[in-house]
T-cell receptor
């Protein structure tokens, strides 16, 4: 069964460094998403991406965040200058585009980001 | 703004018993979609069940079923014949066409299935 994959599974970085989190969505999906979950808290939406542009973004998704679909398979989240409070689990998800954002989203296993 | 509330932070159930997890939501929209996701200790987010608001029939997936009460804005999850592998955090989530793909999650309910 097709699944969303994410790399790395765990990333440790120093405060102020740039990190890139990578995702390979399910191949026939056209909508892509990033969420984050701070330990012990609920899952928070960061951004949705469709047709090579951001569809929706949250207040959390400020100028230090960016997303990109560099090729036909990868979807990346870049954090330019990491802060301690960026430490969280980051989930990528993808969905079809039949319902234009209301389709079922399938999640990857997550990347645990630790900022020291 | 749309909100999702899960009022039970923790629940426990004996193996083979039935348990119901509660979820309420607030929206002014009439057409929307509701989900339950399971997050086991591995922290993977796994879809359990999906309900379309325009459907009156409650969704069912094997041992999992929902009680969708649109007027009351309630969306509870019933797990029948609970198994040890059902131990996980369960999140209720909401989306609609107007959300641009954003899933709005509740705070989660941590379910423990005891042998």
């Amino acid at each position: 069964e097709p699944e969303v994959t994410q790399t790395p599974s765990h990333q440790v970085t120093q405060m102020g460094q740039e990190v890139i989190l990578r995702c390979v969505p399910i191949s026939n999906h056209l909508y892509f998403y990033w969420y984050r979950q701070i330990l012990g808290q609920k899952v928070e939406f960061l951004v949705s991406f469709y047709n090579n542009e951001i569809s929706e973004k949250s207040e959390i998704f400020d100028d230090q965040f960016s997303v990109e679909r560099p090729d036909g398979s990868n979807f990346t989240l870049k954090i330019r200058s990491t802060k301690l409070e960026d430490s969280a689990m980051y989930f990528c998800a993808s969905s079809e585009a039949i319902l234009r954002g209301a389709d079922t989203q399938y999640f990857g296993p997550g990347t645990r980001l630790t900022v020291l | 703004a749309q909100t999702v509330t899960q009022s039970q932070p923790e629940m426990s159930v004996q193996e083979a018993e039935t348990v119901t997890l509660s979820c309420t939501y607030d929206t002014s929209e009439s057409n929307y979609y509701l989900f339950w996701y399971k997050q086991p200790p591995s922290r993977q987010m796994i879809l359990v069940i999906r309900q379309e608001a325009y459907k009156q029939q409650n969704a069912t997936e094997n041992r999992f079923s929902v009680n969708f009460q649109k007027a009351a804005k309630s969306f509870s999850l019933k797990i029948s014949d609970s198994q040890l592998g059902d131990t996980a955090m369960y999140f209720c989530a909401f989306t609609s066409y107007n959300q641009g793909g954003k899933l709005i999650f509740g705070q989660g309910t941590e379910l423990s299935v005891k042998p």
